[in-house]
């Protein structure tokens, strides 16, 4: 099965909005076995959407919409499609009385808002997909020769939500009995370039990739190995895929961290915990960054204390400790600093580890010794400190996202050689 | 002029990736007047290459895409182009030695790869675009009618600075003497639902949007409204946006915080060096991401002396001074413990503004008293302190966002009630 994905809003074409949603149902749907063919966006106008939608269906017959199903008057999916499917629209009871139920339930002042009873318009002979996350109801709209539209609300995480609780079922429904999957398999890499990974493959002697596509995607964490199966048996894909990730793995040598969509961060966490260690940070060009990474995942609190956002020089001495000495010597941004942060917030968080960062995120402060993009980093595990120099490339955002990566693989292989 | 954007990767159909490039273009064509009328993206495949930025060359005679220039076996975005245009490739002396230097200039070891001179191949009669960030050159390619194709990488960075340096120039002078512009212009808000706006502004009289589109665009951050005047004289759509755009802010009020792209931090920020404050940030929940986003910000340094991410409550009582009597009276995730904690950094710190976020980001931690999303805040303004307690929407990271959003508010409304 083969489904299209138009993405709907003015804000897409305008490049205000970054657009989340389309990735987001492409990987849902690629779980499943299904291949998102084509995604396009377009504007938020009525003629703009029907031809879009119109195209898709032509080629597919599948097609799921996200956007335009909000209050306002920008807000065109349902009757450009309706036209489409030459339906006209009504007003669902049941969908105003859903709509009414949750106003009062959030204990919100006043009636609903009169914009809000747009959302109620239902083309005929549609089904309604129920919104648990908010206000806009979906719609899966269907013709006699079995073509449809599923319309997904715009907001990530309503259409989040109705993704997972309406449209993969009626989806998986459809596809029961198909015999071919699309299937892939990742292999996260860090610290070595596109090329010379390339190189290394092209050279392995036995990598056999007959049946399958790998792709190369560099990014700020890494560069990911793609190896994907299209159009084969469920079995057949599982074993080619297991086939080649060994030698891809081997060529890659330990610059592999982790496979599919595994976070760095995780791992690191993961490695914390097995080791029974808690971690604290010190960070200066970061400001935070790695303290929000490793607190982003789920239950962080029982490996993760704290740390020290010392982006002032006067920080690093008064919180982490570093000697007035070492700063006149050796500078802000250089392994002798790093050292002493990683231990100072070990020590005085009362943490097994402490790892820290300082460099020059630019885009001002380089000098022709640290240019732009150096930056140092320590990690102090239960007394054993290693430090690291590293000229990152990108704008200050990616240097500093490439710095916290880079401060995560430290502690993993400091903790891959405790083990 | 209207122009469509293709970008090739089966890592965008599949969902992991992010399609940012078309963002970032389409954003850097509206500030030259050129609407994006669509954007598609394909897998790596020729046939697929082929057949998008064909139909969408039918459409518009004007095609930019990203991606597919690498130096690997799933980088066909130049043959597939070439065959549509009936051109054959040659290797292009010039870029194998813009290679080659490249490669010795960076000091990296050896000769330069093979997989890299595939980078070299030119479709007859195009134009080699100079990528001054990456090894990949671009490609302008135009046919006899006047329709043409700009290939560019699709490493993020690289396409940003060819977009640039390359496209931009060749597109600006394509424009010369065009009569008519696309401008937008965007009221940010923030601490108010996107209906309740709607229905504010619907009860304005005076407010005439006759020429412009008015969207609303919901996130994290806040509710934008965004109005976009198209087809009009450059003088005529400025005048018709400025006329709306004042009655737009009276009925958001004191919820506006920014216009365009305005960053609650940068202003923030602005706001501090100002009044001649420093800031420095306590943060449990957030574990960090409050001093990202203020550090995120270049020159920040002059007025953010950094932080403590107290995640765990020991770090709380021995870093932040939080008295142990509050937690046990109030818990962790209460105003008392913000305040403390805002008091706590302010006075550690030295600084003269300290902001505390303390919450509950999920998916675990809720109680009947203190669900997920419940999140406190305090702010200490040279000894004034404010706080606050919110329910957030949301997953751990949206409410974690939108934790360091309404930390950032606060802030700024002790500003302004300073000056």
Same mark, same amino acid.
């Given at each position: 099965?083969?489904?299209?994905?138009?993405?709907?809003?003015?804000?897409?074409?305008?490049?205000?909005?970054?657009?989340?949603?389309?990735?987001?149902?492409?990987?849902?749907?690629?779980?499943?076995?299904?291949?998102?063919?084509?995604?396009?966006?377009?504007?938020?106008?009525?003629?703009?959407?029907?031809?879009? /939608?119109?195209?898709?269906?032509?080629?597919?017959?599948?097609?799921?919409?996200?956007?335009?199903?909000?209050?306002?008057?920008?807000?065109?999916?349902?009757?450009?499609?309706?036209?489409?499917?030459?339906?006209?629209?009504?007003?669902?009871?049941?969908?105003?009385?859903?709509?009414?139920? *949750?106003?009062?339930?959030?204990?919100? %002042?006043?009636?609903?808002?009169?914009?809000?009873?747009?959302?109620?318009?239902?083309?005929?002979?549609? &089904?309604?997909?129920?919104?648990?996350?908010?206000?806009?109801?979906?719609?899966?709209?269907?013709?006699?020769?079995?073509?449809?539209?599923?319309?997904?609300?715009?907001?990530?995480?309503?259409?989040?939500?109705?993704?997972?609780?309406?449209?993969?079922?009626?989806?998986?429904?459809?596809?029961?009995?198909?015999?071919? &999957?699309?299937?892939?398999?990742?292999?996260?890499?860090?610290?070595?370039?596109?090329?010379?990974?390339?190189?290394?493959?092209?050279?392995?002697?036995?990598?056999?990739?007959?049946?399958?596509?790998?792709?190369?995607?560099?990014?700020?964490?890494?560069?990911?190995?793609?190896?994907?199966?299209?159009?084969?048996?469920?079995?057949?894909?599982?074993?080619?895929?297991?086939?080649?990730?060994?030698?891809?793995?081997?060529?890659?040598?330990?610059?592999?961290?982790?496979?599919?969509?595994?976070?760095?961060?995780?791992?690191?966490?993961?490695?914390?915990?097995?080791?029974?260690?808690?971690?604290?940070?010190?960070?200066?060009?970061?400001?935070?960054?790695?303290?929000?990474?490793?607190?982003?995942?789920?239950?962080?609190?029982?490996? &993760?204390?704290?740390?020290?956002?010392?982006?002032?020089?006067?920080?690093?001495?008064?919180?982490?400790?570093?000697?007035?000495?070492?700063?006149?010597?050796?500078? %802000? /941004?250089?392994?002798?600093?790093?050292?002493?942060?990683?231990?100072? /917030?070990?020590?005085?968080?009362?943490?097994?580890?402490?790892? %820290?960062?300082?460099?020059?995120?630019?885009?001002?402060?380089?000098?022709?010794?640290?240019? /732009?993009?150096?930056?140092?980093?320590?990690?102090? &595990?239960?007394?054993?400190? *290693?430090?690291?120099?590293?000229?990152?490339?990108?704008?200050?955002?990616?240097?500093?996202?490439?710095?916290?990566?880079?401060?995560?693989?430290?502690?993993?292989?400091?903790?891959?050689?405790?083990?």
């Amino acid at each position: 099965m083969h489904i299209e994905v138009v993405t709907i809003g003015d804000e897409l074409l305008l490049g205000f909005t970054i657009d989340t949603n389309g990735a987001h149902l492409a990987r849902e749907l690629a779980q499943v076995g299904v291949m998102v063919a084509r995604r396009t966006s377009v504007g938020d106008g009525a003629e703009e959407i029907a031809s879009a /939608v119109g195209d898709a269906l032509d080629r597919t017959g599948a097609v799921i919409t996200t956007g335009g199903l909000g209050p306002t008057s920008d807000d065109l999916t349902k009757p450009a499609i309706a036209a489409l499917f030459g339906r006209a629209l009504h007003e669902d009871a049941s969908v105003v009385e859903a709509l009414r139920r *949750r106003w009062k339930e959030r204990g919100w %002042a006043g009636e609903l808002p009169v914009s809000n009873l747009q959302q109620a318009q239902v083309p005929d002979g549609a &089904v309604v997909l129920a919104n648990g996350h908010g206000s806009a109801p979906g719609i899966w709209l269907e013709d006699a020769r079995g073509r449809w539209v599923a319309m997904l609300p715009g907001v990530p995480r309503e259409m989040r939500g109705m993704c997972a609780d309406q449209l993969l079922p009626r989806i998986r429904a459809r596809l029961a009995g198909t015999p071919t &999957v699309v299937r892939s398999l990742t292999v996260r890499t860090t610290g070595i370039s596109e090329s010379a990974l390339s190189d290394r493959i092209r050279a392995l002697a036995g990598l056999d990739v007959e049946g399958l596509t790998l792709a190369y995607l560099p990014g700020w964490e890494g560069v990911d190995l793609r190896l994907t199966a299209r159009g084969l048996a469920p079995d057949d894909a599982d074993a080619r895929l297991a086939h080649a990730a060994g030698p891809l793995r081997g060529a890659a040598g330990d610059h592999v961290y982790g496979a599919g969509n595994d976070d760095l961060a995780a791992i690191v966490l993961a490695g914390l915990r097995t080791a029974g260690l808690h971690i604290a940070v010190a960070e200066s060009c970061t400001g935070g960054m790695l303290g929000a990474r490793l607190t982003a995942i789920p239950g962080s609190s029982n490996a &993760v204390l704290g740390g020290i956002i010392a982006y002032h020089d006067d920080v690093k001495v008064t919180q982490l400790g570093v000697r007035v000495a070492t700063l006149e010597a050796h500078g %802000a /941004v250089s392994e002798e600093t790093a050292r002493e942060m990683a231990t100072g /917030v070990r020590v005085r968080l009362g943490a097994s580890v402490g790892v %820290a960062i300082t460099g020059v995120a630019g885009p001002d402060g380089g000098t022709p010794d640290k240019p /732009v993009g150096t930056v140092c980093f320590a990690a102090d &595990v239960d007394g054993t400190v *290693r430090s690291v120099r590293a000229s990152l490339v990108g704008d200050r955002h990616e240097v500093r996202q490439r710095s916290a990566q880079a401060a995560l693989n430290l502690v993993r292989r400091m903790l891959a050689a405790l083990s």
